[in-house]
């Protein structure tokens, strides 16, 4: 009997079950690379309890895009400050900006610049306003209603460890706690396990920093997630933080979690 065989894309022959093999092999590479390293970038869709979309983009680090209804929000927006670059001048300018302090790694002048048009209402801390001149302060506990369906409230981030306090003090950073369409995000900032946490009510969509020199450590990390239960959670601001370590940690606790590479 004639063993069958294909015409490879180099003109070569190959038997039919040696393809196989290697198509075999190949979905194997693909499935252990996809374990060692998490997603890159990512865009995820969710649907609000209105039946709205909500699109949210991982961009890196600690920066994100939110578009709801049309509407784009930019969350700590950054050039290049935490590789990889990022080349805004391709991305539609925002609605609202977001930004939770005034760290290298969260607050970018030129980028909130770059991502601001005439009526685009950029939310930022004190120490950032007095740096930058532009936009609206909001203070932990105040909440704004951007629009009907909209509600911006600025939650306390901040280090609790003594040797840390001095990074983050209390009052200064925020968190946000953005509510579209009755939809609940927690974009967590730089922070610890605070108290406050428990208080946040339900969430939705979380994003908790992990990196134990600035803002948590992994038992925390996993403390937080069972304070807060969100359905999704981000683990996001990992710097050198084994991304494979965080998410071994957070099995079993009834979370979905989606890691993006957010280094």
């Known amino acids: 009997m004639m063993q069958r065989r294909r015409r490879s894309t ?77 080349d805004y001048t391709d991305k539609p300018q925002a609605d609202y900006v977001l930004v939770t302090h005034d760290h290298y790694d969260h607050f970018d002048m030129n980028a909130v610049f770059l991502l601001t048009k005439n009526n685009t209402q950029v939310f930022l801390t004190q120490r950032c306003f007095n740096r930058y001149q532009r936009g609206t302060v909001i203070r932990n506990g105040e909440t704004y209603r951007l629009d009907t369906d909209m509600t911006l409230r600025a939650v306390p981030a901040y280090n609790l460890r003594p040797d840390h ?24 900032g730089d ?18 920093p992990c990196d134990s020199a600035n803002t948590m450590s992994i038992k925390e990390l996993c403390q937080a997630a069972k304070v807060i239960r969100p359905k999704v959670l981000y683990p996001y601001h990992l710097f050198f933080t084994p991304p494979a370590e965080v998410e071994k940690a957070l099995r079993g606790l009834g979370i979905e979690v989606r890691m993006r590479d957010l280094r």
């Not at 998490?38 to 991982?58: L, M």
């Not at 922070?191 to 908790?208: I, S």
């Open 10 to 86: 180099d003109g070569s022959c190959r038997p039919a079950g040696v393809l196989l093999v290697m198509s075999f092999l190949l979905a194997l590479q693909l499935l252990s690379s996809c374990a060692k390293n998490p997603q890159k970038g990512g865009v995820d869709t969710f649907v609000a309890p209105n039946g709205r979309r909500i699109v949210i983009t991982c961009i890196k680090h600690a920066s994100l895009e939110i578009n709801y209804r049309g509407k784009e929000f930019e969350i700590d927006p950054v050039f290049s400050a935490v590789r990889p670059i990022v």
């Open 165 to 188: 306090r001095s990074r983050h003090p209390r009052g200064v950073g925020n968190g946000y706690l953005l509510e579209l369409g009755g939809f609940r995000i927690y974009i967590a």
């Open 191 to 208: 922070t610890e396990l605070v108290p406050e946490m428990r208080y946040l009510g339900r969430v939705d969509v979380a994003f908790l």
